[in-house]
């Protein structure tokens, strides 16, 4: 996907900004960072566009159709009312304009894990096809990826039910505590998928591209 310069771009929820850095890097270009917690806000480095702290909630008059391209990555599983967000995040968004979205997926992979870390839910492209009619807009791209990590995250999901729903800290440890070792294998997983699974039937993520 091209990237004009000109382009409004809002990473919302950025956290401490991982997948901003990413973009601004690889296509030379600005992104505000947005996010409701300011400390969180504070931990991103290299800014090329604005920090705001700001609730999407109150849609302010200024940002009314403002952005050309919105992110929304590892945010939507988090919220209880996923609709009227999304109806807000979209009073941001021009016309024509684009809401590039990454979720968890695979409803039956819901596990312990998914508890302790705030997700409410997991997705499926059924999902995806219900919000498009509920928020109006375009279905542009739904693309699942993730596919190779399908076993990991099933032997996760049996080993974690054995861990009482309370114990969030040594469920997040023992669900997806990484190292250099497990992050270069999960690299190369990911190239694999890249070169020989495009397309995939199913994964463990799902990215969608809605159009105003």
Wanted: aromatic residues 12%; hydrophobic residues 45%; proline residues 1%.
């Amino acid at each position: 996907m091209k990237i004009d310069k000109k382009f409004k771009i809002m990473d919302l929820g950025c956290g401490n900004g991982i997948l901003s850095n990413q973009l601004e890097n690889k296509f030379n270009i600005k992104i505000d960072r947005v996010d409701v917690n300011k400390e969180t806000l504070l931990l991103n480095r290299r800014v090329k566009g604005k920090l705001i702290c700001y609730n999407i909630n109150n849609k302010f008059k200024k940002l009314k159709n403002y952005y050309d391209v919105i992110f929304l990555f590892d945010v939507l599983e988090h919220v209880k009312n996923e609709i009227n967000f999304l109806k807000n995040t979209l009073y941001h968004l021009k016309k024509d304009g684009l809401l590039i979205i990454n979720v968890p997926s695979v409803s039956v992979l819901f596990s312990n894990y998914d508890r302790a870390v705030g997700h409410l839910r997991r997705y499926d492209e059924s999902d995806f096809q219900i919000i498009k009619k509920k928020i109006k807009v375009n279905l542009k791209i739904i693309d699942y990826w993730g596919i190779l990590l399908l076993p990991v995250l099933l032997i996760r999901k049996i080993i974690l039910s054995f861990y009482k729903k309370e114990d969030f800290k040594k469920i997040i440890e023992k669900g997806w505590k990484t190292n250099k070792f497990f992050n270069f294998i999960f690299k190369l997983i990911m190239s694999i998928e890249i070169k020989f699974f495009n397309n995939s039937l199913t994964g463990t993520s799902l990215m969608v591209i809605f159009k105003k």
